[in-house]
């Protein structure tokens, strides 16, 4: 499947790519490295950019990553830490050295997240009216009607083209076997397709020799496809439809992809308070006076929205959204009640989920996971914990989790008596041998584990934006690539 | 200035970032105007009142009770830290740039990106300012930094903000600030050069009125327009009514009222209250009313012009609070 026709009559039999030069000394060891790609055929593109990669001296990388560090802080693609009186901007790290996806694997990777965005929208669909899914026992009742992201509101409640989640960043690794695995779906409001797009162009302006003629597909229309979904499904009749950004506001850590957004779709960015809710209809304050509203892409969390229909204390929200949404005026993205199937638990059943609505295998596999609310699956996680990841289901952001491998015996038993206390609130899954890629590192050139998240845009139909934000797990040996646990990100080239 | 016909696509602009521009150009000028005034007090201020001299900042800026409770002295070194480095002070530049980057950030997705760099990247400069950076025989590199900063802003600005609404607001910031920061200015050394004796002699206090032109960039123009020397009524003037120098109190008002003209012919804005007082404001500013005033009443109409100047602010930002 992953292994393009084209190339393989091509390549077959060439040996693989030997790391020399500044890559010299670079040993994947066991994982599947992005780059030498072992027992894949060979891209042409990968060994120029290999060859002109080894070709770099080491100083010349370290003097374009600091050049790199200084430009993010100036221009500043940070987010922000506050505490007590300071305010500290922090970058993500940027690591020089792009992970490289072949047309081949994009191909996968783009009708997977395709197939998936689909069946998550039919699966919203259907828990939200006939609930056919959980009469016919391929979901368990009980997980979705009283999970904490099921949302009363939604029931029985219309969305334009039954698209709920208009954004989706699905968590991508892949394992030794260079076979791509999802890990989870971010259905809610993902992060990190501003980075996507300023990583590329960090790349060229530090790394434009290294880009050279070669023929990487461009991430820059993300704003106008967004656009142009928010567009579509804003409510019917309307012409020249108003879309804004909601952000929490200056002091939200993500308000640099905010304004991202709002800048790449060209609309204003607005916070709550910059809303009102009269006569039924969603308006903005500005100068002359108030200005109707027709899509709201929100980047604050269901709870968040309105005062009026959940957390009566949200400062953030606008009162009255909710209904205003009820009766059509205005078109919310993503829709509230997304975050049932982005759950944990929920991602288990995600392989039967797209069968039973789409009669497809899947495109992409899951990761193998159990969940530990069913005995057989407890007991195996209880026996094997050493050897397993484990994770509660609510949390995000890699907090809370249990890497069975790289813990303590004290840790495992704690953590053992929290599994026992609460098992529903767990899922487990063998440790993954995730793949590694070339990153600049304080000791060379060193193999550093990664995953990808594309991001898919869905009005009336999918799109992916060719790339997505690959993260990197900075600390030698970590598998975490979260940006609050020592992550870092690198542009992600998809090869035309 | 010509008028463009608003384009087919409607771009509305949030009432909220509407404020937040006009303080944005009020904060970074502010910057450049308290550099001026602490550099041109440590370099031509020096002689034999230098505690006067500096004492002038704090009392421009209505600071003397703040200012007193922090040091016994006014003094280079005094003046400097309260200034400079202290960013429990709301009048210092380090407050200046945190304000007016917080403002930026908050129309990051408006300005251009050539603006939030520089300002982020000057706020940077602004924060590393430490005790032994200010030292004598730094002070004036340090206001020197500071001013390059403001007028880089100032010209990033100048070639790079899209013109539309939220330009003709920026626009009515800085001007505001400008004209409120010359009638600051006038107001100390008239204060402490004018009212004491009935027989102002310019001559007297050349120094002085020279550091008063120079802190507000009009020494030169000045001398070329009055070769013979300083009276009050002429400074006065100068400072208040000549429409070519840059920092009067007269060309600052005339181009809040372009821009207030602006918004309303191309925007629609309901700008009636702002451009009556500033009509009411501008008539008092005659060549003949301030030579009248400048022998001993100038104090108390430059408190009206301030005031004034504050009014039309709020009068701005009422027309689109709603």
């Known amino acids: 499947m992953q292994a393009g026709g084209a190339f393989q009559s091509q390549s077959q039999g060439q040996s693989q ?10 040993d994947p060891q066991l994982f599947f490295c992005e780059m030498l790609r072992p027992g894949q055929p060979q891209h042409p593109t990968l060994t120029l950019l290999m060859s002109r990669l080894a070709a770099l001296p080491i100083e010349s990388l370290r003097r374009r990553a600091q050049d790199a560090e200084r430009d993010l802080l100036e221009r500043g693609i940070t987010f922000t830490v506050y505490s007590d009186a300071t305010a500290i901007d922090r970058i993500l790290p940027f690591d020089l050295i792009p992970r490289v996806i072949t047309p081949a694997e994009w191909h996968q990777i783009e009708t997977g997240v395709i197939q998936r965005v689909r069946a998550l929208n039919m699966f919203l669909r259907d828990i939200y009216h006939e609930r056919k899914i959980l009469a016919d026992k391929i979901v368990p009742a009980e997980l979705v009607l009283k999970n904490a992201g099921y949302c009363q509101a939604m029931v029985g409640f219309n969305v334009p083209f039954n698209t709920y989640v208009h954004v989706c960043g699905t968590d991508i690794v892949r394992d030794e076997t260079g076979a791509f695995r999802v890990l989870e779906d971010n259905a809610r409001t993902p992060s990190g397709v501003a980075y996507v797009v300023e990583n590329r162009h960090m790349s060229l302006r530090v790394m434009s020799d290294l880009m050279t003629s070669l023929r990487v597909r461009g991430v820059d229309e993300y704003g106008l496809r967004l656009h142009n979904a928010m567009a579509e499904i804003a409510p019917t009749g309307v012409d020249d439809p108003q879309v804004v950004v909601l952000s929490p506001g200056i002091f939200n850590s993500a308000y640099f992809e905010h304004v991202f957004l709002a800048r790449e779709m060209g609309v204003p960015l607005v916070e709550g308070r910059d809303l009102t809710v009269e006569q039924g209809k969603v308006w903005m304050r500005t100068t002359s006076g108030l200005a109707q509203v027709h899509t709201i892409y929100r980047r604050i969390g269901d709870d968040f929205l309105d005062p009026d229909a959940f957390n009566p204390d949200s400062m953030l929200g606008v009162r009255g959204l909710i209904e205003a949404w009820r009766h059509g005026t205005v078109a919310i993205a993503n829709a509230v009640g997304t975050g049932v199937a982005d759950d944990k638990a929920i991602y288990a059943y995600m392989p039967r989920i797209i069968k039973y609505y789409l009669s497809e295998e899947p495109i992409l596999q ?6 530990c609310a069913e005995p057989d699956a407890l007991a195996y996680t209880l026996d094997h914990l050493h050897e397993l990841v484990v994770k509660p289901v609510a949390e995000s952001g890699g907090y809370g989790l249990l890497i069975g491998p790289h813990a303590t015996k004290a840790e495992l038993a704690d953590f053992r008596a929290l599994l026992r206390a609460d098992p529903s609130n767990y899922i ?22 990664v995953d990808l998240r594309p991001f898919a845009v869905t009005g009336k139909d999918t799109w992916v934006l060719p790339g997505g934000l690959t993260r990197v797990a900075l600390r030698p040996g970590s598998l975490v690539v979260n940006s609050s646990q020592g992550g870092g990100s690198k542009d992600t080239w998809v090869l035309a | 200035m010509i008028d463009v016909a608003p384009s087919h696509h409607k771009v509305h602009l949030i009432a909220r970032h509407a404020e937040a521009t006009i303080w944005l150009a009020r904060y970074m000028e502010r910057i450049e105007n308290m550099a001026r005034i602490l550099d041109v007090t440590n370099t031509f201020a020096r002689d034999a009142d230098d505690t006067r001299n500096w004492l002038s900042i704090p009392r421009i800026n209505g600071d003397l009770t703040e200012f007193y409770k922090k040091h016994t002295e006014a003094t280079q070194r005094s003046v400097g830290e309260f200034y400079l480095l202290d960013q429990s002070n709301g009048t210092s530049v380090q407050s200046f740039i945190a304000a007016g980057r917080e403002n930026a950030r908050t129309l990051r997705a408006l300005i251009s990106t050539e603006m939030w760099l520089q300002i982020n990247v000057f706020y940077a400069r602004i924060r590393a300012l430490t005790a032994d950076t200010i030292t004598p025989d730094h002070f004036t590199t340090v206001c020197a930094m500071l001013k390059d900063g403001a007028q880089a802003h100032t010209g990033i600005t100048e070639g790079t903000l899209y013109r539309d609404q939220a330009w003709h607001f920026y626009m009515i910031g800085r001007y505001l600030e400008r004209a409120d920061q010359t009638t600051r200015l006038l107001d100390t050394r008239f204060h402490s050069l004018a009212p004491q004796s009935d027989a102002v002699d310019a001559d007297l206090d050349a120094g002085q009125w020279n550091a008063l032109l120079r802190a507000a960039a009009g020494y030169h123009a000045y001398r070329r327009e009055h070769p013979n020397g300083y009276n009050a009524q002429e400074v006065a003037c100068f400072m208040l009514v000549d429409t070519a120098f840059p920092r009067s109190v007269g060309l600052n008002l005339t181009q809040v009222g372009r821009h207030l003209t602006q918004l309303r012919r191309r925007y629609f804005l309901r700008m009636s209250p702002a451009m009556e007082r500033l009509d009411q ?7 003949g009313n301030v030579s009248e005033l400048a022998g001993r009443k100038l104090s108390p109409f430059l408190d009206y012009v301030q005031r004034e100047i504050g009014s039309l602010h709020e009068d701005i930002v009422a027309t689109f609070s709603h």
């Open chain 1, 428 to 449: 487990s899954q063998p440790t993954l041998k995730l793949s590694v890629s070339p990153t600049l590192c304080a000791d060379g050139v060193k193999p550093r584990h």
């Open chain 1, 17 to 26: 790519l030997q790391p020399h030069g500044t890559m010299q000394g670079y």
């Open chain 1, 366 to 371: 899951n990761v193998e996971t159990r969940i």
């Open chain 2, 281 to 287: 404001l501008s008539a008092t500013l005659t060549e």
